[in-house]
């Protein structure tokens, strides 16, 4: 399950009425609770991503993302990953850029990888 979650409405430069933005959130806690998170707790930020991205209008746009980003470090537990284990990162998603190789990614589960390091691409070779 999701253990954290932070909320952005987004669009609130297309609603002029701040009751009805004040609804809309309230009617987001009711949900949040229906689903057995804190919703009287969870961080809810309000702004506008288009906004922010064409630099219109400072407060729903870019102060906006701001806010949402530290109600995400501030509210979002970091996860704990074993760095003393093997390096384990299961691949996602493999790409081909010209120019550049094959790229693959993916989450890293545990451990550390430094530039230059080999890696074992599992079910690639076979193993002895």
């Known amino acids: 399950g999701v253990p954290s979650i932070v909320v952005f409405l987004n669009k609130v430069d297309q609603v002029d009425d701040a009751e009805l933005l004040e609804l809309v959130e309230l009617e987001v806690r ?3 609770t229906k689903n ?3 919703g009287d ?3 809810i ?3 506008s991503a288009l906004a922010a991205l064409e630099d219109s209008d400072k407060k729903i746009g870019e102060d906006s993302i701001r806010e949402l980003m530290a109600a995400v470090d501030d509210y979002i537990p970091t996860p704990v990953r074993p760095l003393d284990k093997p390096f384990l990162m ?3 998603d493999v790409f081909s850029i010209s120019g550049r190789g094959t ?3 993916g989450r890293v589960e545990r451990g550390v990888v430094k ?3 080999e890696l074992e691409i ?3 070779r076979p193993t002895t």
């Open 30 to 32: 009711e949900l949040l």
């Open 36 to 38: 057995e998170f804190p």
């Open 41 to 43: 707790d969870i961080p």
């Open 45 to 47: 930020v309000k702004g």
């Open 90 to 92: 299961p691949i996602e």
């Open 103 to 105: 790229v693959v990614t």
């Open 115 to 117: 530039v230059g390091e």
């Open 122 to 124: 599992v079910g690639i």
